[in-house]
C-alpha cells in the first residue's frame, strides 16, 4: 500500500482507478523472484507505476549487486544499467498526477542523477515496436466494473477493440476464448492481454492480482490463456496477511515466462506457494549490504521447489495443473489437502452440483422495504394471508438442517390483482398497504439524480401491477451465498421462498436421488471442507462467498457410489441430525451423529479412492478445514488492523 494518505476527494479517485499500491516488501520478492535466474534484462517496464514503488525497488536492486556496479557506480547510474546489462527503465502511468509524484519520489533518491523514465500514458494504448520488454512487472488496476464509467482515464471499450485486431488469429483458432475481450472482464485481464503483445518470448511476466480467477467457473478462460502463452514458474499469496486491504481482494503473484510460440512445451514444474509469516519478515535484512543477493538466492530456492520456512508448497507439472481436478481449479490446487484433491482426482467419485439440480437465482424484490413484512407489520395492516409467502431471508436465522415454513420470520407480500378488483373482493388491508406505498419515493441513486415514487422504481415498474412479484415454486434445498463459521445445506419443507442471500436447489430426479439423501452428502465435513477450499474469500471481514455459478460448478460426492443399503444408512444418519441446532463448524464436528454420518457416507469412498482408514481420513479433512477457518479469520484481522 502506499505509504501514507491523501485528502478524502484523492483518496476517492484513487480507488476509482484501481490504485492500490504495492508494498516495498512485496515488490522486492516479485522482483526477486523474476530475475533470480540470472536472465539478462535489457528492458524492464512496470505498466501501472502510480508513485514508482516497483521503479525505485528496481533500480535499487540494479545498484546494489555488488560484483556488477563499478567504483563510480553510484555516481554513474547509466554505466550500472549497462554493467548489469539492462538498458532501460521505464514506467507508463496513466494518472498525471501519480506520475508526476513517481518522477518526484525518483528524482529524490540519493545518487541518482537520470533516474528511471517514467511516461504519462495508457498501457492498454501501447504498440508493440522492435524493441520489446524483457520484464514486465507490477500491479495492474483492480478496478471494480461498476466503477468504470467514473474513472475518466480509463477507456476499456478502445481497449478490448485493439485487443481484438491483435488477437484475431489466436480467436480464430480458439473462439470459446472472445469471453476474455468481453466488457464485463476485470481491467487486469486485459493488462495479461497487452503483455503478451509487448513481452519479448522468453521474457518475464510478474504481476500481483486478486486471486478470485484462479477459483471460480468465468476464470477458466483466462487460465486457458496462461496456459496457451506462457510458462508458469511460480505462484505465490499469502495466508497470514492481506497486502492490499483497502481493495477487499486477496492477493496473488504470478511469476510467467512467454513461450516461443502457443503450447510450445509441456512439462514445467509449477511451485505454488503459500507464506505463513509476512512477507517483510521472511526478507533478509534490508540493512545487509548483501541483501538483494541473499534475496535472489531464497527466491532461486522457492521457483526450484525447496523447502523454506514459514512457507508451503506443491510442485505441479503445468499439464497437471491445467487439468487439475474436474475443474481445473488452481485455487484449489494451490491451497487444498491431499485429502481433497485425492478425491478430487477420480472424475467418478464426484460432479458438478448442476449436474444434480437446478441451482436458481433468488428473488429481488427492487424494493425491500415495501415487499418484505415481519408477522406484527402484516397483522397491523391486516393482510390477508393469501397475499403473503414466507420468505427465508437470513443464514442467522435458521436454527436446524431442515427448515420448516413455520420457522419464517418474513413474509412476502406478493398481490397480483390491481386494486379495483382488491376493491369489489373486500380485501381492505392489501388494497391500505398497497395506497401506502404508492405515497413513497425512493431516494436518489447512482443512475438516478432525482427521488421517484416506489411504483415508478425501474426494478418494479415493469411489473403488472407493480406490486406483484413472479412468485417461485418451493425448492428441495437451499445454498448458502455467504458464509462465515456456520455451515448448511438446509433441507426445505414447506411452500416458502429463499431471498437473496441464498439459491435454491431443485433436484431434477428426487425420486432416484432423494432431497433427504443429497441433504446427508451435501452437509458432510468432505462437503464443508470443499465449501472453505472452494469459495471466494475476497470479503473483507473473512466471509466466504459463492456466485451462482459457483455453486452451480460445487463439486458434490457422485450418490451412484452408494449401494441402496449404504443411501438408506446415510439418509437414516441425517435424518437423525435434521431438527438438532446447526453449530459452528468448530463444534459441529465433535458431535457424535455428524461423525456416525461421515463414517457411512466415507467409508465407500475411502474405498475407491484407496485410501484405507474413514475415519482417519475423516480427522484429516477436520484438521485441514479447522485450520483453514483459523487462517481466513487471520487475514481478516490482518486487514482489520491494517485499516485502522
Not at 428441495?476 to 448448511?488: E, I, K
Request: overall charge neutral; proline content about 7%.
Amino acid at each position: 500500500m502506499a505509504e501514507g494518505r491523501g485528502s478524502g476527494a484523492t483518496e476517492h479517485h484513487r480507488l476509482m482507478r484501481g490504485q492500490f499500491y504495492t508494498p516495498s516488501a512485496l515488490c522486492d520478492l516479485m522482483l526477486a523472484l523474476t530475475l533470480s535466474s540470472g536472465m539478462k534484462c535489457g528492458r524492464l517496464l512496470d505498466p501501472g507505476c502510480g508513485p514508482g514503488i516497483f521503479l525505485c525497488r528496481a533500480f535499487e536492486r540494479f545498484q546494489q549487486l555488488p560484483e556488477l556496479i563499478p567504483a563510480d557506480g553510484l555516481h554513474h547510474p547509466k554505466a550500472v544499467l549497462r554493467k548489469t546489462g539492462i538498458q532501460q527503465i521505464t514506467g507508463i502511468e496513466i494518472d498525471p498526477n501519480s506520475a508526476e509524484l513517481a518522477r518526484q519520489t525518483l528524482r529524490g533518491m540519493a545518487g541518482i542523477k537520470s533516474p528511471p523514465e517514467v511516461v504519462t500514458g495508457d498501457f492498454l494504448a501501447m504498440e508493440a515496436g522492435e524493441n520489446l520488454f524483457d520484464v514486465i512487472i507490477g500491479n495492474p488496476p483492480y478496478v471494480r466494473q461498476e466503477h468504470l464509467a467514473q474513472s475518466s482515464h480509463l477507456d476499456k471499450s478502445a481497449a478490448i477493440s485493439r485487443l481484438l485486431a491483435q488477437y484475431a488469429e489466436y480467436l480464430a483458432r480458439h473462439p470459446e476464448q472472445r469471453v476474455l475481450f468481453s466488457g464485463t472482464i476485470d481491467l487486469y485481464i486485459l493488462f495479461f492481454l497487452q503483455a503478451v503483445i509487448l513481452l519479448k518470448p522468453g521474457g518475464r511476466l510478474t504481476f500481483v492480482t486478486s486471486n478470485s480467477w484462479m477459483t471460480v467457473s468465468y476464470g477458466h478462460a483466462f487460465r486457458r490463456f496462461l496456459d496457451d502463452h506462457f510458462h508458469i514458474r511460480g505462484m505465490m499469496e499469502s495466508a497470514c496477511e492481506r497486502w492490499f486491504p483497502d481493495a477487499a481482494i486477496n492477493g496473488l503473484v504470478l511469476v510467467l515466462e512467454r513461450k516461443d510460440k502457443e503450447r510450445s512445451s509441456i512439462g514445467s514444474p509449477v511451485p505454488m506457494l503459500r507464506f505463513h509469516q509476512p512477507v517483510a519478515d521472511w526478507l533478509p535484512d534490508s540493512e545487509s549490504p548483501d541483501y538483494w543477493r541473499q534475496l535472489e538466492e531464497r527466491a532461486a530456492k522457492l521457483l526450484a521447489g525447496e523447502a523454506q520456512p514459514f512457507v508451503s508448497m506443491r510442485v505441479l507439472r503445468q499439464e497437471q495443473l491445467q487439468r487439475q481436478g474436474a475443474l481445473s481449479n488452481w485455487g484449489l490446487a494451490l491451497r487444498s489437502p491431499p485429502e481433497i484433491t485425492a478425491w478430487l482426482a477420480h472424475p467418478e467419485c464426484h460432479l458438478p452440483l448442476e449436474r444434480l439440480g437446478r441451482v436458481r437465482y433468488p428473488i429481488k424484490t427492487g424494493i425491500n422495504r415495501f415487499f418484505y413484512l415481519n408477522r406484527k407489520q402484516a397483522e397491523t395492516w391486516g393482510i390477508e394471508p393469501e397475499f403473503l409467502r414466507p420468505v427465508v431471508k437470513s443464514i442467522r436465522k435458521i436454527r436446524h438442517y431442515q427448515i420448516h415454513d413455520s420457522d419464517c420470520e418474513v413474509f412476502l407480500f406478493s398481490c397480483p390483482l390491481e386494486k379495483p378488483e382488491l376493491e369489489a373482493r373486500g380485501k381492505t388491508g392489501a388494497l391500505a398497504y398497497i395506497g401506502w406505498g404508492e405515497t413513497q419515493m425512493a431516494p436518489p441513486r447512482q443512475k438516478r439524480a432525482n427521488p421517484v415514487p416506489w411504483p415508478e422504481v425501474p426494478s418494479v415498474r415493469g411489473n403488472r401491477p407493480w406490486h406483484a412479484i413472479h412468485p417461485l415454486p418451493p425448492t428441495h434445498l437451499l445454498c448458502s451465498r455467504f458464509l462465515d463459521q456456520r455451515f448448511m445445506f438446509p433441507l426445505c419443507h414447506g411452500d416458502f421462498i429463499e431471498d437473496q442471500t441464498f439459491y435454491g436447489l431443485t433436484l431434477q430426479a428426487p425420486e432416484r436421488h432423494s432431497p433427504l439423501l443429497m441433504a446427508a452428502l451435501l452437509n458432510s465435513t468432505l462437503s464443508f471442507a470443499m465449501l472453505e477450499f472452494n469459495a471466494r474469500t475476497s470479503l473483507g471481514e473473512g466471509v466466504l462467498q459463492y456466485a451462482r455459478c459457483d455453486m452451480a460448478a460445487f463439486p458434490v460426492v457422485h450418490p451412484d457410489l452408494y449401494a441402496p443399503k449404504e443411501c438408506e444408512a446415510i439418509t437414516e444418519a441425517f435424518a437423525a441430525m435434521v431438527r438438532q441446532p446447526v453449530l459452528a463448524v468448530a463444534e459441529e464436528l465433535n458431535r457424535p451423529e455428524r461423525m456416525a454420518l461421515d463414517h457411512l457416507m466415507l467409508t465407500p469412498l475411502c474405498r475407491v479412492l484407496g485410501l484405507g482408514d474413514a475415519d482417519a481420513y475423516r480427522e484429516a479433512l477436520a484438521t485441514a478445514l479447522l485450520s483453514r477457518m483459523a487462517e481466513r479469520r487471520q487475514m481478516a484481522r490482518s486487514q482489520n488492523r491494517r485499516t485502522r
